[in-house]
């Protein structure tokens, strides 16, 4: 038996009794999207923010044009260019194999949100590795860890700490995105 067709989900309001597997399942697209875009999102951002903070000045220049447009415009503009702006593009993407992806709403609304919950999440890990203090790292340099080991050990789990409040704010608005 569909969770729908079940007798007690009748009782309510008329609203819940018309709409309310259309809701759910809604709210099943939208958990499902956001998840995605969080989580691809914070795997780009560790390595932009990495970037922009320790990268060769031409990278860390590219990178903070890519977070100041892609933070500066409002998000139903860059979903949009996405989707309308790419998909003008068909002979392109067909060429490339990659048609399936951009002529479907639900994966241009994903690359749209990946790389604009990257942008911000980037900021925010930037932050948060600048806010350790000088001294941690150089305590890991002194009892002899590599840079990778003192960034992975030291470093980032403690920007991991200082993040958190400010990256699950930026989930709840991604959250509310959605509906665009």
Known sequence: MNWCEYPGWAVGS???????????????????????SVSLGFLLAIGLAVARLYGPRWAQALINGYTTFFRGTPLLCQLFLVYYGLGQFRLFWT?????????????CALLTFVIN?????????????????RGQVNAGQAVGMTYGQNMRLVVLPQAFRNMLP???????????DTSL
């Open 14 to 36: 008329e609203v819940l009794q018309n709409y309310g597997c259309r809701m759910a399942t809604g709210l099943g697209l939208t958990l499902q999207l956001v998840a995605i």
């Open 95 to 107: 060429d490339l194999g990659l048609w399936w992806f951009f002529r479907e709403p639900f994966y």
């Open 117 to 133: 919950t990257a942008a911000y999440q980037a900021e925010i890990l930037r932050g948060a590795i600048q806010s350790i203090p």
């Open 166 to 176: 400010v990256l699950l704010t930026q989930t709840i608005i991604l959250f509310q």
